[in-house]
T-cell receptor, first 113, second 116 residues
Framework: AQSVAQPEDQVNVAEGNPLTVKCTYS??????LFWYVQYPNRGLQFLLK??????LVKGSYGFEAEFNKSQTSFHLKKPSALVSDSALYFC???????????FGAGTRLFVKA | NAGVTQTPKFQVLKTGQSMTLQCAQD?????MYWYRQDPGMGLRLIYY???????DKGEVPNGYNVSRLNKREFSLRLESAAPSQTSVYFC???????????????FGPGTRLTVT
């Protein structure tokens, strides 16, 4: 069975500092991995994905994520956080090309000015 | 280009009442999805439609039915609402498999449903 773990309910970081939001997954076969962001009272917005290819993927708003097959992780990173990055972040995994995608419980990111 | 639209935005039902949540997308996507979001539980897939004319159960289908009316529209019906169905419901779409296949999903703004 597929599963996704986001071990931190909340991450706090100062503006200008690097940020990392952690995600580990379990899936049979090749994983399709995604990060989404949700702002208050809005739907989720796609940030980036790993399907195949380079382990480091770049996405919207300066975010990137590194796929680590041996550690079954897909951590989200940004070199310099902005206050406007404060939001709820979801990691998601699928082994069926996007159908039956499993989402993590979410990590709330607070960036302090 | 409105993306994914959902109606209504808010709804309050009494236990046992029925209602249909509507969803439409204008991106010519093949696949559509219904999720519910509950605090601390992320999103859980209720039903999905991989392509027009097909629907399949997700993680939490009990108490719900869906209809893929055409390529654009995918509705979710609660036949007899229960307090446990109080949640925020999101519709999403993706291009799906094919020449332009891509797997990321695009979400609507959500429907906040309260069942008393």
């Amino acid at each position: 069975a597929q599963s996704v773990a986001q071990p931190e309910d909340q991450v706090n970081v100062a503006e200008g500092n690097p940020l990392t939001v952690k995600c580990t997954y379990s899936v049979s076969g090749n994983p399709y991995l995604f990060w989404y962001v949700q702002y208050p009272n809005r739907g989720l917005q796609f940030l980036l994905k790993y399907i195949t290819g380079d382990n480091l993927v770049k996405g919207s708003y300066g975010f990137e994520a590194e796929f680590n097959k041996s550690q079954t992780s897909f951590h989200l990173k940004k070199p310099s956080a902005l206050v406007s990055d404060s939001a709820l972040y979801f990691c998601a995994v699928s082994n069926t090309g996007g159908f039956k995608t499993i989402f993590g419980a979410g990590t709330r990111l607070f960036v302090k000015a | 280009n409105a993306g994914v639209t959902q109606t209504p935005k808010f709804q309050v039902l009494k236990t046992g009442q029925s209602m249909t949540l509507q969803c439409a997308q204008d991106m010519n996507h093949n696949s559509m999805y219904w999720y519910r979001q509950d605090p601390g539980m992320g999103l859980r897939l209720i039903y999905y439609s991989a392509s027009e004319g097909t629907t399949d159960k997700g993680e939490v289908p009990n108490g719900y039915n869906v209809s893929r009316l055409n390529k654009r529209e995918f509705s979710l019906r609660l036949e007899s609402a229960a307090p446990s169905q109080t949640s925020v419901y999101f519709c999403a779409s993706s291009a799906g498999r094919g020449e332009r296949s891509s797997y990321e999903q695009y979400f609507g703004p959500g429907t906040r449903l309260t069942v008393t």
